[in-house]
Nanobody
Framework: QVLLEESGGGVVQAGGSLRLSCATS????????MGWFRQAPGKERELVAV????????HYADSVKGRFTISANAAKTTVYLQMGSLKPEDTAVYYC???????????????WGQGTQVTGSS
């Protein structure tokens, strides 16, 4: 079981930047596909970005492409989401998740963190 914990959320003015971190507890996420998702009030959870097992393959939602970057440290213990040019509509609780599949479907991810709030202010 992969245990995940997000950090780095906060309030950011429109156009600002923020970096989220997702740390594993006690072991690495080698062999896992890692994803960032978000859920705004009254909306369904949606994909933000996915990072392949080797770290060389990524996939982004159209809404964040060119503004957000997913990456991981060399030890494969922390996944990052670098967010730039933030907009008020980026406001949501952001979750990291892990799966053994290459997938962008939230239901295919079996391990989830507790989430961290990001608020983009206008």
């Amino acid at each position: 079981q992969v245990l995940l914990e997000e950090s780095g959320g906060g309030v950011v003015q429109a156009g600002g930047s923020l970096r989220l971190s997702c740390a594993t507890s006690g072991h690495t996420f080698k062999g896992f596909v890692m994803g960032w998702f978000r859920q705004a009030p009254g909306k369904e959870r949606e994909l933000v970005a996915v990072l392949g097992r080797s770290g060389g393959t990524t996939h982004y939602a159209d809404s964040v492409k060119g503004r957000f970057t997913i990456s991981a440290n060399a030890a494969k213990t922390t996944v990052y989401l670098q967010m730039g040019s933030l907009k008020p509509e980026d406001t949501a609780v952001y979750y990291c998740a892990a799966t053994l599949l290459w997938t962008i479907v939230p239901e295919d991810f079996g391990a989830w963190g507790q989430g961290t709030q990001v608020t983009g202010s206008s």
